[in-house]
Nanobody, 123 residues
């Protein structure tokens, strides 16, 4: 079992930056790929970024490519999402997920989820 807890959300002005953290418990976390998803009110949960278990491979949604960076520190059981040049349309609850499927962007293919952290970007 893996438990995930996100932190680092908040209110920021457009153009600003935030770094989200996802702390994991469970000895096997380092063997799972990890992803970030987001969900705005009334919308579906959308893929944001994913990192392989080793950190060697990363994937991004087109909407965040060049602005967001996903990374991980398996020694600390933590995954990060550095978000720069934030836009109002980035406002959402951000969720961390972990799983062993090779499918990158489908939420149902991830086994473990955090409770989410709110990110609000004001214009």
């Amino acid at each position: 079992q893996v438990q995930l807890v996100e932190s680092g959300g908040g209110l920021v002005q457009a153009g600003g930056s935030l770094r989200l953290s996802c702390s994991a418990s469970g000895r096997s976390f380092g063997s799972y790929a990890a992803g970030w998803f987001r969900q705005a009110p009334g919308k579906e949960r959308d893929f944001v970024a994913r990192i392989s278990w080793s950190g060697a491979d990363t994937y991004y949604a087109d909407s965040v490519k060049g602005r967001f960076t996903i990374s991980r520190d398996n020694a600390k059981n933590t995954v990060y999402l550095q978000m720069n040049s934030l836009k109002p349309e980035d406002t959402a609850v951000y969720y961390c997920a972990a799983g062993s499927s090779r499918v990158v962007s489908t939420p149902t293919r991830y086994n473990y989820w955090g409770q989410g952290t709110q990110v609000t970007v004001s214009s």
